[in-house]
């Protein structure tokens, strides 16, 4: 793992590259006591699809956050409305992201929040026909 650190204008942020390549880029603000995340992952995006998988990167980023093993979509958002977080997926050309932004004393449910979307998402069928 490989930990670098920034601190300019009353912020910190810190990368992270974990051992299995994930890139966790998280900045604090102190003033408002507010941290922000994000998680990349490189060799991922519109660039890495296939003809026939074209739009597979943007249609995860849309679904992702829509459902996993412990979780309805439902769950998922009144999780994250009940503390004023916010989280959400992207896809680009060259990545895929999942980013959330919340006060300090909520990054751990957040992040743990994050952890179950990626490990277990279900991609209900219903939103993926959306």
């Known amino acids: 793992m490989q930990i670098v650190n920034f601190t300019g204008n009353e912020k910190t942020v810190q990368k992270v590259v974990l051992d299995n390549g994930i890139t966790l880029i998280g900045i604090e603000n102190q ?4 941290i922000a995340g994000r998680l990349f992952f490189k060799g991922t995006g519109a660039m890495w699809e296939s003809p026939q998988k074209s739009g597979l990167f943007h249609l995860l980023a849309t679904v992702i956050t829509k459902g996993t093993k412990h979780l309805s979509a439902q769950e998922i958002a009144e999780q994250i409305e009940s503390i004023g977080a916010s989280l959400g997926a992207d896809a680009s050309s060259d990545y895929f992201v999942l980013s959330l932004k919340t006060v300090a004393a909520d990054f751990a449910q957040m992040l743990k929040l994050a952890g179950e979307i990626l ?7 219903a939103e993926i026909e959306r």
């Open 31 to 34: 003033t408002a006591d507010l």
């Open 119 to 125: 490990r277990s998402p279900t991609f209900p069928e």
